[in-house]
């Protein structure tokens, strides 16, 4: 399924070589594109920017898409699941919904990463993943 196709209402507020961050005004959402091989620096730098973009709208839902993910990047997994993810429930995160890239090496450091919590679901394609966000 074309990602694009699929959130078209969404307006690209942030573009690097690793991810493209699109909001939309309208849910108050944020689609999160991973984009190839990711290594530490890249996430915490993208991470960075995620957080000051949910704190700058006031976004609560966050639709993370890993499906472009080409790689592992388990060593970002810890600093992603105690001091991010702490971080952006503190600026207001209600949902975080995350698709899964089909490259296991990338699926195994995103489930590392992943705090057990019901704010926070894996899904394997984007139709689900949106479904469960409008759901509340």
Same mark, same amino acid.
């Given at each position: @399924?074309?990602?694009?196709?699929?959130?078209?209402?969404?307006?690209?507020?942030? $573009?690097?070589?690793?991810?493209?961050?699109?909001?939309?005004?309208?849910?108050?959402?944020?689609?999160? +594109?991973?984009?190839?091989?990711?290594?530490?620096?890249? %996430? @915490?730098?993208?991470?960075?920017?995620? $957080?000051? %973009?949910?704190?700058?709208?006031?976004?609560?839902?966050?639709?993370?898409?890993?499906?472009?993910?080409?790689?592992?990047?388990?060593? *970002?997994?810890?600093?992603?699941?105690?001091?991010?993810?702490?971080?952006?429930?503190?600026?207001?995160?209600?949902?975080?919904?995350?698709?899964?890239?089909?490259?296991?090496?990338?699926?195994?450091?995103?489930?590392? *990463? @992943?705090?057990?919590?019901?704010?926070?679901?894996?899904? +394997?394609? %984007?139709?689900?993943?949106?479904?469960? $966000?409008?759901?509340?």
């Amino acid at each position: @399924m074309d990602s694009t196709a699929t959130v078209s209402s969404f307006e690209v507020v942030h $573009l690097a070589k690793n991810i493209e961050i699109s909001y939309s005004q309208k849910d108050n959402h944020l689609y999160c +594109n991973w984009l190839g091989f990711q290594n530490k620096q890249l %996430i @915490m730098e993208s991470g960075e920017t995620i $957080l000051e %973009i949910v704190k700058e709208k006031g976004v609560t839902h966050v639709l993370n898409d890993n499906s472009k993910v080409t790689g592992p990047w388990q060593e *970002a997994a810890e600093w992603t699941s105690t001091v991010w993810f702490p971080q952006m429930f503190e600026a207001g995160l209600e949902k975080f919904a995350w698709i899964f890239s089909a490259n296991i090496f990338a699926e195994l450091s995103a489930k590392k *990463a @992943m705090p057990q919590t019901d704010n926070i679901k894996s899904f +394997n394609n %984007i139709h689900d993943a949106k479904k469960w $966000l409008a759901e509340g």
